[in-house]
């Protein structure tokens, strides 16, 4: 497998991290790190954990560009891995997901032979404008996409390298709003897609601001709109 995990100013979860990362990654798999310009020890405990491995990379920003271009960053890095490395894992470095569960997710995404497994948090954690917000999103995706989306700002995600083409090809990306470009993008072009769960979080914690629901709604739109317009003007009918 590859993982790819994007990192900011996580100093002070980086070691629970490392060690709970350590029970699932196997002398076969390969890591990509992006410290994305974190201003604390970060890179420096990342270097620690990388040093003598062949098997983790750490990609650097200079200055912090976002988690939709640190995840962009090294899902594209991770392309020039070959097959065999494949699929591809997204973690969040804080710690938040439980990655006990995820040899049980892999093996779903392998039995039902999906593009895309997306795996859903709970919510107890929570602050109610969070959970309401995300709630929205996902019921506005879910009846445009016409699939149940659960948690469509998950960063715990499984995807095979057809699914992350289309995802580097199509991506905007702004701020956080990868999350739930991805979720469009594969639905929209017909990838085989689950959203299931849910995943115990260890803790809360969110950067997104309420600017970030408007930037995701419209970038839903934005691909909705997208694959309708090119659908119309390659088969030559009607947008429905």
Not at 18 to 40: C, H, K, P, Y
Not at 200 to 221: A, E, Q, T
């Amino acid at each position: 497998m590859l993982y790819v995990i994007p990192v900011y100013n996580e100093e002070a979860y980086l070691p629970a991290f490392f060690s709970e990362f350590q029970t699932v990654f196997s002398d076969q798999d390969r890591a990509i790190f992006v410290n994305d310009g974190s201003t604390d020890m970060s890179g420096r405990l990342l270097s620690n954990f990388a040093a003598g491995s062949t098997s983790i990379e750490i990609l650097e920003h200079r200055t912090n560009l976002g988690l939709s271009s640190a995840l962009k960053k090294g899902l594209a890095r991770a392309l020039n891995y070959a097959e065999s490395q494949f699929p591809v894992v997204t973690l969040d470095a804080d710690g938040q997901h439980n990655l006990k569960m995820l040899p049980q997710y892999m093996d779903r995404f392998k039995k039902k032979d999906l593009d895309v497994l997306i795996v859903s948090r709970e919510f107890q954690l929570y602050p109610l404008w969070q959970k309401t917000g995300n709630r929205i999103l996902s019921l506005i995706a879910t009846i445009l996409l016409g699939v149940k989306i659960r948690d469509i700002e998950s960063g715990l995600r499984i995807m095979n390298r057809h699914a992350l083409e289309l995802i580097l090809s199509n991506l905007v990306g702004i701020r956080y709003s990868i999350a739930s470009e991805i979720v469009y993008i594969c639905n929209l072009h017909g990838k085989k897609f689950e959203n299931i769960g849910r995943n115990r979080i260890n803790f809360y914690r969110s950067r997104p601001l309420i600017s970030d629901f408007c930037i995701n709604f419209g970038l839903g739109i934005f691909h909705l709109v997208k694959a309708r317009l090119k659908h119309h003007f390659t088969s030559g009918g009607r947008i429905k």
